[in-house]
């Protein structure tokens, strides 16, 4: 993939700081506890490796391919990773702990359709146009974070939490949301799905209404 690294090859604790890994590929790899502060993936392809523990600070992951590729307990923290299909990856088996976070980094035009990915954060990050669709999202953390055009769609966001966030559009009906929290005034998004009829009555008109 570059100069110190190898196909098949294991990495322990090492720190990689402003290494250019774009359009290079590493094949059947395991990175575990190493950090990867201010490199550049873009295009790059991780197929077939293992990355436990893994920390990405201020990196650009953009349109990064991950074919096979597994994840455990890795941050991606104030980074781009935009236009990534974590579909691509292996999530047949259950992580030690939750397999990825993001904070403060930038998912646009990402996917993850279909994919179980129970317990994840992605806090204050923004995730325009991502697709989300019959994901398993279970206890997912979104607080913070600009949804605007992601798509859901019989995804299950039981006890999810949406507060803070904002421009979402989720339709109640064709999601799952049991137990899910979200605040005012963004929640009332929720309501748009529904076959109902909603009047602003504000303090001046209760207080004009005639007596009965």
Request: charged share 25%.
């Amino acid at each position: 993939m570059s100069p110190g690294l190898e196909h098949s090859a294991r990495y322990d604790g090492e720190t990689f700081e402003g290494v250019d890994f774009s359009g290079k590929i590493l094949e059947s790899s395991t990175f575990t506890d190493c950090t990867f502060i201010r490199c550049q993936f873009m295009d790059a392809t991780l197929s077939h490796c293992r990355l436990i523990n893994v920390v990405f600070d201020h990196c650009n992951l953009s349109v990064l391919h991950v074919p096979g590729s597994t994840f455990s307990g890795c941050e991606i923290n104030h980074s781009k990773a935009t236009g990534i299909d974590w579909t691509a990856a292996d999530w047949s088996a259950p992580a030690i702990r939750k397999p990825l976070s993001f904070l403060e980094s930038d998912l646009s035009h990402s996917t993850f359709l279909g994919i179980k990915l129970p317990d994840i954060d992605i806090i204050q990050s923004t995730l325009r146009d991502v697709d989300f669709r019959e994901a398993v999202l279970t206890r997912v953390s979104m607080t913070g974070s600009d949804l605007m055009e992601s798509l859901f769609g019989k995804t299950n966001l039981t006890e999810a939490d949406f507060r803070g966030a904002r421009n979402y559009q989720i339709d109640p009906l064709q999601n799952t949301i049991t137990g899910a929290k979200f605040a005012l005034p963004e929640a009332l998004s929720l309501l748009y799905a529904l076959d109902i009829e909603i009047d602003d009555i504000n303090d001046d008109s209760r207080t004009n209404a005639e007596p009965r």
